[in-house]
């Protein structure tokens, strides 16, 4: 009887080669003529231009709010299998998932006293 591992082994090898070979053939095969526009920038086409006066900074808020919504979304989703499988899980399940939500919790309470999920 053969190790029931060895189908991936060869699956996980075949992409590593092909992954390789693609990367060699366009190095190989590839045009190597460089110039000054080839390695600039691209500004979706047009030159970029200063930005106007009253403009300003776009606001990293913005950011900071997206990223928390992310963090929370993967809370969401790591709840969705446990409360279908709760009653298999019992004891273990329970205390588990009360320390995850603990451990998000935390940076939760840090946020939101810092003022970070105030938009001004």
């Given at each position: 009887?053969?190790?029931p591992?060895?189908?991936?082994?060869?699956m996980?090898?075949?992409?590593?080669?092909?992954?390789?070979?693609?990367?060699?053939?366009?190095?190989?095969?590839?045009?190597?003529?460089?110039?000054?526009?080839?390695?600039?920038?691209?500004?979706?086409?047009?030159?970029?231009?200063p930005?106007a006066?009253?403009?300003?900074?776009?606001?990293?808020k913005?950011?900071?709010?997206?990223?928390?919504?992310?963090?929370?979304?993967?809370e969401?989703?790591?709840?969705?299998?446990?409360?279908?499988?709760?009653?298999?899980?019992a004891?273990?399940?329970?205390?588990?998932?009360?320390?995850?939500?603990?451990?998000?919790?935390?940076?939760?309470?840090?946020?939101?006293?810092?003022?970070?999920?105030?938009?001004?």
């Amino acid at each position: 009887m053969s190790n029931p591992y060895v189908p991936l082994l060869i699956m996980v090898a075949v992409a590593v080669l092909m992954a390789l070979g693609g990367l060699a053939a366009s190095a190989a095969i590839g045009p190597k003529n460089y110039n000054r526009v080839k390695v600039a920038n691209y500004e979706c086409g047009v030159d970029p231009t200063p930005r106007a006066p009253q403009a300003g900074r776009f606001p990293v808020k913005y950011y900071l709010i997206a990223m928390t919504f992310i963090i929370f979304d993967i809370e969401v989703v790591f709840l969705y299998p446990w409360a279908v499988t709760f009653s298999e899980l019992a004891v273990f399940g329970l205390v588990s998932m009360l320390l995850f939500i603990a451990l998000i919790t935390v940076p939760y309470v840090y946020e939101w006293r810092r003022g970070g999920l105030e938009w001004d």
